[in-house]
Nanobody
Framework: KGQLVESGGGSVQAGGSLRLSCAYT?????MAWFRQAPGKEREGVAG????????YYSDSVKGRFTISRDSAKSTLYLHMNSLNPEDTGMYYC?????????????????????WGQGTQVNVSS
């Protein structure tokens, strides 16, 4: 059974930075960060593909966020720079189901098998 635990959330001023971490167990997977604001759908922020290491970002975070993983530590990271209030939300890490092509579907919530409990990010003006 895969387990994921996020950490690193907090409150920052616009323009600030945070680094989120996700410790995972149960195997190796393609993984992603999602976020969800109240009243809005959960959206994919960034994904990293097992094997190839290919990285994917939503248009809204390109150039500001960086996803990475430390396989030796079984930890996924999301470095967030130049944060703005629109980045506010609960951030989740997730492990992708196998047998599904990742590149064009990394952002689909339904394709992820394991989820963490989330870590809150608040960005104020």
């Amino acid at each position: 059974k895969g387990q994921l635990v996020e950490s690193g959330g907090g409150s920052v001023q616009a323009g600030g930075s945070l680094r989120l971490s996700c410790a995972y167990t149960g195997g190796t997977y393609s993984m992603a960060w999602f976020r969800q604001a109240p009243g809005k759908e959960r959206e994919g922020v960034a994904g990293i593909e097992l094997g190839t290491g290919h990285i994917y970002y939503s248009d809204s975070v390109k150039g500001r966020f960086t996803i990475s993983r430390d396989s030796a530590k079984s930890t996924l990271y999301l470095h967030m720079n130049s944060l703005n209030p629109e980045d506010t939300g609960m951030y989740y890490c997730a492990a992708h189901s196998i047998g599904i092509t990742y590149s064009l579907t990394w952002y689909l919530v339904t394709n992820y098998k394991y989820w963490g409990q989330g870590t809150q990010v608040n960005v104020s003006s």
